[in-house]
């Protein structure tokens, strides 16, 4: 049986862990070629000779706008155009009432966030125009719905990734390439690693939160849909 996504190319920010590293393996075990993006160049390297063949690990710090254009570039030559899947996944949390936040801090969270999907969009998007197809899936987030104490920087930046992909989609509509926005609620990944949920009242306990693994087959069913069917939005909540 051909696999799903067999000669199609996808490219996945934050690929070195967490749902990116999970969104990884899901595109490449249905076939397609997949460049992951992280910039934490060694344990990216470990991860796709992990995945084999069809991962190709692209160093890549999303704060870095040089280096945004440098691996879009690099995409662009290895896979002889736009990318078939755009999977924005790379995030940046941390939690600190307003006051406590940091101006370095709030740029560095929206730049990762916000500023470096629409980046990679902008990098991207003509090419998949000019062909008449491509799929683009924000990873969203319950914070770009409903705010929380001490989730200034994020929620900013998860809404403000809500509006990009609302005001993409109805640029697409009927260009042939589609955009969805796939927002989890709590998911067990290392970016709770010092935050230390189990212990903080309020909080999701890590066991029943989603999984990463989870998160990514929800995108693998989302770019499998037929090309004449675009999924807008799916909110994800722990069954």
Request: glycine share 10%.
């Amino acid at each position: 049986m051909t696999a799903a996504l067999a000669g199609r190319t996808a490219v996945v920010t934050g690929a070195s862990r967490g749902i990116g590293l999970a969104t990884a393996r899901a595109l490449a075990a249905a076939g397609a070629r997949v460049a992951m993006l992280a910039r934490s160049a060694d344990i990216l390297a470990r991860e796709a000779a992990a995945i084999g063949e069809r991962a190709m690990p692209v160093p890549c710090d999303v704060t870095r706008r040089d280096q945004i254009a440098d691996a879009a570039e690099r995409v662009v030559m290895q896979h002889g155009g736009a990318p078939d899947i755009l999977v924005n996944s790379a995030g940046a949390f941390q939690l600190a009432r307003i006051e406590e936040t940091s101006a370095a801090t709030f740029t560095e969270i929206l730049d990762v966030n916000l500023v470096a999907p629409f980046l990679f969009l902008r990098a991207f998007l003509g090419g998949m125009r000019e062909r008449g197809s491509g799929h683009i899936v924000t990873i969203g987030s319950i914070a770009d719905r409903a705010t929380f104490p001490e989730n200034g920087a994020y929620a900013a930046s998860k809404f403000g990734a809500r509006a990009l992909h609302e005001v993409i989609r109805g640029e697409l509509r009927g260009s042939g390439v589609r955009a969805t926005l796939v927002s989890p609620g709590p998911v067990d990944t290392a970016l709770w690693d010092s935050i230390g949920p189990d212990a903080r009242a309020g909080f999701t306990p890590r066991a029943a939160m989603l999984g990463a693994d989870a998160v990514a087959d929800v995108v693998l069913f989302v770019v499998t849909r037929s090309r004449e069917v675009n999924v807008d939005e799916l909110r994800l909540s722990r069954s």
